[in-house]
């Protein structure tokens, strides 16, 4: 089990590193076997396609995202933005190179859904159930503009800014994140 995990590894960073100097498109499971030195077999015994490659890389940041959130004291919406900056900041080069595909416009979809399922978040007022939705994705996209204009502010600074936006009696009052322990 160790050496798949490991192998992953080397698959995905290989990814990772393809994605800084050639489009998505451009990339072939070759290209990526060639660069992690793994097999073919090897590939495609974890992997089905260089697809669902990109779409377990993209889990694996919403896990972190998670992660980093359900590790504070005080779970907030000011911390999960924060820490999506942050952590979409580490992954700059892979969503620039992502952001103008199919299978990113899929990712963004599928992810704000497990986002909201992940945070776990209980809904006193029923109608307040799509405005996560609304914002985990407002955050996307913001924060796709912000990597494709440098990533100038830090994460702090755009969790101030952004965090203001999103109306807060629908978090303080119809919504409680229950962290995961």
Request: hydrophobic share 40%; with cysteine; charged share 25%.
């Amino acid at each position: 089990m160790e050496k798949q995990n490991l192998t992953k590894k080397y698959i995905f960073e290989a990814f990772k590193s393809l994605l800084t100097t050639q489009k998505y498109e451009d990339i072939s499971v070759c290209d990526i076997c060639k660069k992690a030195g793994v097999s073919r077999m090897s590939f495609y015994r974890n992997f089905n396609s260089k697809e669902e490659l990109t779409v377990k890389g993209f889990d694996s940041i919403v896990q972190r995202i998670q992660k980093e959130v359900n590790q504070k004291n005080n779970v907030n919406v000011y911390n999960i933005v924060r820490e999506c900056f942050a952590i979409f900041k580490d992954y700059k080069d892979i969503i620039n190179s992502l952001q103008h595909t199919e299978i990113f416009q899929s990712i963004i979809a599928d992810s704000t859904n497990d986002l909201q399922e992940k945070f776990n978040i209980d809904y006193i007022n029923k109608s307040a159930r799509y405005a996560p939705l609304f914002y985990i994705s407002a955050v996307y996209f913001v924060i796709i503009q912000w990597l494709k204009g440098g990533a100038v502010e830090t994460p702090d600074e755009m969790a101030r800014l952004v965090t203001p936006l999103i109306n807060p009696h629908i978090f303080n009052n119809d919504c409680i994140f229950k962290p995961e322990k």
